[in-house]
């Protein structure tokens, strides 16, 4: 097409016809933009559905995830609830004056200390989503909001995990030195059946649980461990709800 019009622009020139030759010098001036804005959108086009399969490939990875965050909040929910609930009856306990059976005690601070986790998250896809600014090519400003809010949910509930922790490790087990026989718990049930420890026997101390729990000192250290396993279990239903959502967001964006 664009020989076509060459000749007949030069042939034009050669004539002395120049309006003519000045119309067909337009017509190739347009049909050179038209190929070049062809060119340009069939680009655009490619573009465009190359970052829609970079989409679906990152909010598959964020699907796999989010499934995963979720269970494991609802699994460590579920091991902080049994945890608090110790807690709890321990304070009746100490609340009541009906004889003290050692064994109950022994368990119950087995399962205030033995049934509290970390929620170990899986950030790997929503840390490449944010370091790589690829967030931008999700489309649906609601989702992209959600996972903007990703930070905020995550630093809220580590905080109180941080919380809890510092209490129970550096404050309230400690303190139980010389209040409870700590060697008569069992050993955590997170442990793999195959490390073929031996086992540890019971002590043969005796201590007068009467004395050494039920005391106001005590009592205040078991509420405050209670309150942060409180505001903890808050903060794992709020980050799991969190989740749940922004899955189902996820999940509506995904095309098989």
Do not use: C
Not at 238 to 248: G, I, K
């Amino acid at each position: 097409m664009i020989k076509i019009f060459r000749k007949l622009r030069q042939q034009l020139l050669t004539q002395n016809k120049f309006s003519k030759y000045l119309f067909y010098a337009i017509g190739e001036i347009i049909l050179v933009v038209i190929g070049i804005l062809l060119a340009l959108q069939i680009n655009n086009w490619n573009e465009l559905r190359k970052d829609r399969i970079r989409e679906q490939a990152m909010l598959k990875n964020l699907q796999t995830d989010f499934q995963t965050n979720i269970s494991t909040a609802q699994f460590a929910f579920t091991n902080f609830s049994e945890a608090y609930e110790a807690s709890a009856e321990l304070l009746e306990i100490i609340r009541n004056d009906d004889p003290i059976n050692p064994s109950e005690i022994e368990h119950l601070l087995d399962v205030i200390i033995n049934k509290t986790m970390s929620l170990d998250i899986v950030t790997g896809a929503i840390d490449e989503m944010r370091s790589t600014g690829s967030i931008n090519l999700i489309k649906d400003a609601t989702l992209k909001y959600q996972l903007s809010n990703w930070s905020y949910y995550q630093t809220d509930t580590e905080d109180d995990i941080t919380i809890y922790r510092d209490y129970l490790f550096d404050f309230f087990i400690p303190s139980l030195t010389n209040k409870a026989l700590l060697r008569n718990m069992s050993n955590p049930d997170f442990f793999e059946d195959d490390l073929k420890l031996k086992p540890i026997a019971k002590s043969n101390f005796k201590l007068d649980y009467n004395k050494t729990i039920r005391t106001v000192t005590f009592e205040n250290e078991v509420y405050n461990n209670a309150l942060n396993y409180m505001y903890t279990l808050n903060s794992y239903k709020v980050f799991e709800n969190y989740l749940t959502d922004t899955l189902q967001l996820i999940e509506s964006h995904i095309h098989d």
